[in-house]
């Protein structure tokens, strides 16, 4: 707890002061993006799925071009595609000492973008809008396009080299298909994506092992399609097997594995593409914890090589403790994009505040808790930082439609990390008779208690004569109390003493 | 498979450089060309071995503890050949003399093609996993469908040369060198169809079923169990638009390399279609370039498709 309220408080530091975090910009977003970064996906090789029509690609800035007059498009599938410097040598010549770019400050050296998406949107076509069958492709002719789905909407991210990033957000909000699409295996519906260097992208560990053969077999075969000549496979071979910790059973038949020695197979062979850029989705999630040791170790030194890493997980622990950056990721857009304490914070309250929605969603409650603003005083100026002891008032904005009860019943939670009411506040028995319109509701402390931390505003509002509930609505309005104590959430007065 | 092997790359494969896709790292913007061709070939070669690599998963999956299955394998073409012999030689008596040897000259190449084509159809679907999690050079997934069938194709083509040879026939001589145009317009024409399938068969599934229909009556649209003179005497000069099927010529020419009907012909329909050379190269031209022109397509919506794989399985 101690620590989650750290992290809580250290954001409630930059007042929230109401707003929805829109996207703000990372650290490299600065980057104006030069040369290689507007690279050309059409021009990929065509025996990868290189998406053969991203719209509109940027067109390179004079002076960028290189020697054959086009934008450079080498990298992006060139290399990843079998690109096989010999030796292992990443083709993008990754400087291995290179800074973290914490701040935007070497935004301006051109090839320190290393993945570049704009505007990236992604729509599935469902089912009942497509053509399923060649019967069907001639018959019948676009369909009405009504239930398609955007798993990203107008995606906007630039990762510099070296960078560490976590991506995250709730199951459903697009992130393996972010990666996807950063990864070159899905089209997106629009926009631009460029990435430089070798990728490796684990969005799934041993995908296309076969059962029937060998882990020997399987470890060529698998390093083959991820690109590795069998020169470099003689070569890291060894390696590979000493990383998997399975020499043992290396001339099994892998359908006598384990699902962790699997996993743990295929992170072997994973990791030893020698990526410049790493896509890393929920696979550390599996095998055990000495392997998942072994995996963050294993990323926590491509880190340490300066290799761009972006990773999802649900840990956002590990978030705050491996990533220079989070991405958050909501129905698809884009929400957070900075400070990982910050992004983290944020996506516990969201992640938090699902279960808590009332029986009717308050867009469409009869009563609407429409805002909520601190201040000292009721109508005072709005504030957001405050200190123990000192009044609060809690103001909730409702708009009251035709057909609410004629008494309304307001449960004003306080609430603190992972949703924990720190305290609750209701209007006074028999409720408030309240007509069709806006109404405030202010709801006054005198001195507040020896608080740390930012805190939100749970409203629930109830018919007052039934008990009927109307609605919840859980803001994302912070306040902060910067209490004196260093740990804890709150000051109690107590003794220590030695008996015995 | 050295067939395969030292088969042009589709087209549309970059093998040498081009400034398209082969341009330098970042950062090294003044590459020179003679690494940047380094570099291609070296993308290629994998390529080659991606593709090996395949196959030979394929075949061990296949035959994975059973040197019978594969002896089996090779030996179940020379079995039909006991049977259709009988059947039609002494039962039905077709007039087509050692009718097993002509059976088996036109059947191995056609069951090279129809093998491939039908599950190359279904490569892409069938690695669904891989697809949607890896990124590689699709293509592999039906030219390894072709490279497995041509292994089979060439180790029967073994054995019948064998069995020919054990029975004392003809076999040796200029004629057998047609092999070689025959078998480079069969692959690229099973390349060309089996790309095409693959990649429709991932958004319309139907396609593996009608395919199985269509190879069922192409069967017979090539003389394999009929003699190609049937056919000339029916159709008279209109005998080129049979011949538009570039596998009706592509058996024709590998009866006419491997079959020799020896001396007694007793009936008065022509066998083989001409008993020269020339006539066999002008229409493997044209069958080659129906077949070029087929690849081209079949490339092409095999890149166009292959970027929806993903989503679409
Ligand atoms: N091939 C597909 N066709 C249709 N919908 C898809 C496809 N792939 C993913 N989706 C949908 O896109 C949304 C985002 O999926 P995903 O990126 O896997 O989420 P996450 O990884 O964040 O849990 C989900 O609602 C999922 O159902
Ligand atoms: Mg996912």
């Known amino acids: 707890m101690a620590r989650h309220s750290s992290a809580y408080q250290r954001a409630a530091a930059s007042p929230p002061g109401g707003r929805r975090p829109a996207a703000p910009r990372g650290p490299v977003d600065g980057a104006t993006p030069v040369g290689p970064a507007a690279l050309d996906p059409t021009t990929l090789d065509p025996a990868i799925p290189a998406p053969p029509s991203y719209p509109g690609v940027a067109a390179p800035p004079p002076g960028q071009l290189d020697p054959w007059g086009v934008p450079d498009a080498g990298d992006s599938a060139g290399a990843r595609d079998g690109g096989a410097a010999p030796g292992g040598v990443p083709d993008a010549a990754v400087p291995l000492d290179v800074p973290r770019p914490i701040d935007a400050g070497e935004a301006d050296s051109g090839s320190a973008v290393v993945i570049q998406g704009t505007g990236v949107s992604k729509r599935f076509v469902s089912y009942s809008n497509r053509a399923t069958s060649l019967k069907e492709r001639f018959v019948r002719r676009g369909g009405p396009a009504g239930d398609d789905f955007w798993a990203l909407r107008d995606v906007d991210v630039t990762i510099g080299r070296g960078q560490t990033v976590g991506l995250a957000g709730a199951n459903g909000s697009g992130k393996s298909t972010l990666l996807k699409v950063l990864a070159g295996i899905l089209r997106p519906t629009s926009g631009q994506v460029s990435v430089q260097g070798r990728i490796a992208s684990l969005l799934e560990l041993g995908a296309g092992f076969n059962g029937e053969l060998s882990g020997r077999d399987n470890v060529y075969l698998n390093a083959s399609l991820l690109g590795l000549s069998k020169r470099e496979i003689d070569r890291l071979f060894d390696s590979i097997v000493d990383f998997s910790e399975l020499r043992h059973k290396i001339d099994d038949d892998v359908k006598h594995y384990s699902s962790g020695q699997y996993v743990r197979l295929g992170f072997a062979v994973a990791v030893h593409v020698d990526p410049d850029v790493l896509l890393v989705d929920e696979v550390l999630a599996v095998g055990d914890e000495a392997f998942q040791r072994k995996c963050l170790a294993k990323i926590a030194e491509f880190r340490a090589q300066g290799r761009t890493i972006l990773f999802v997980t649900h840990s956002l622990d590990l978030i705050e403790t491996m990533c220079d950056r989070i991405l958050v990721l909501e129905s698809g857009s884009l929400i957070y994009d900075g400070n990982p304490a910050v992004g983290t914070k944020l996506l516990r309250q969201k992640l938090g505040s699902l279960p808590a929605e009332g029986p009717v969603s308050w867009e469409y409650a009869t009563v609407r808790p429409q805002s909520v603003a601190f201040s000292l005083d009721p109508g005072g100026l709005p504030l957001v930082q405050y200190d123990p002891g000192e009044r609060l008032t809690v103001s909730v904005e409702l708009d009251v439609t035709e057909g609410a009860p004629e008494q309304i019943y307001l449960h004003t939670y306080i609430v603190g990390q992972s949703e924990v009411p720190i305290w609750m506040m209701e209007t006074p028995p028999g409720g408030l008779a309240v007509g069709p319109g806006r109404h405030i509701v202010d709801f006054s402390v005198p001195h507040l208690p020896e608080l740390l931390g930012a805190f939100a505003v749970k409203v629930h509002v109830s018919d007052a004569i039934s008990g009927a509930p109307v609605t919840t609505r859980r803001f994302e309005e912070l306040f902060g109390v910067s209490g004196p104590q260093a740990d804890g959430l709150l000051k109690v007065d107590y003794e220590a003493r030695l008996r015995g | ?313």
């Open chain 2, 1 to 313: 498979m050295s067939h395969l092997a030292d088969a042009p790359l589709p087209a549309g494969t970059p093998v040498s450089p081009s400034p398209q896709q082969a341009g330098p790292g970042p950062g090294q913007h003044a590459m020179d060309p003679s690494r940047l061709a380094r570099r291609s070939r070296a993308q290629t070669r994998v390529r080659w071995e991606l593709l090996r690599n395949l196959i030979r998963k394929d075949l061990k999956v296949k035959y994975k503890g059973s040197t019978l299955g594969f002896a089996w394998s090779l030996a179940n073409p020379m079995l039909l050949l006991v049977v259709y012999t009988f059947v039609f030689q002494i039962v039905l008596k077709s007039g087509i003399p050692r009718f097993g040897i002509y059976l088996m000259s036109g059947l191995l190449i056609w069951n090279a093609f129809s093998g491939s084509v039908s599950s190359a159809c279904g490569a892409v679907v069938a690695n669904a996993n891989l697809v949607k999690k890896v990124r590689f050079p699709l293509a592999v997934l039906p030219l390894s469908a072709v490279g497995f069938a041509a292994v089979h194709f060439l180790l029967q083509l073994l054995v019948l040369f064998l069995v020919i040879l054990l029975l004392g026939y003809n076999l040796i001589g200029t004629e057998l060198l047609l092999i070689v145009p025959a078998g480079a317009v069969a692959i690229t024409f099973t390349v060309a169809l089996s790309l095409l399938v693959s990649a429709l068969n991932v958004r319309y599934r139907d396609t593996s079923h009608l395919l199985d229909v269509a190879l069922l009556a192409w069967f017979w649209l090539n003389p394999m169990v009929y003699a190609f003179g049937l056919i000339q005497n029916r159709l008279h000069e209109w005998t080129w638009v049979y011949l538009l099927n570039p596998m009706a010529v592509v058996v024709i020419t590998f009866q006419r390399a491997i079959y020799d009907p020896g001396g007694g012909s007793t009936n008065s329909t022509p066998i083989q279609a001409d008993l020269g050379y020339e006539f066999y190269l002008e229409h493997l031209a044209v069958a080659g370039a129906i077949s070029i022109a087929l690849l081209w397509v079949g490339f092409h919506v095999f890149r166009t498709m292959q970027a929806d794989f993903a989503e679409d399985l």
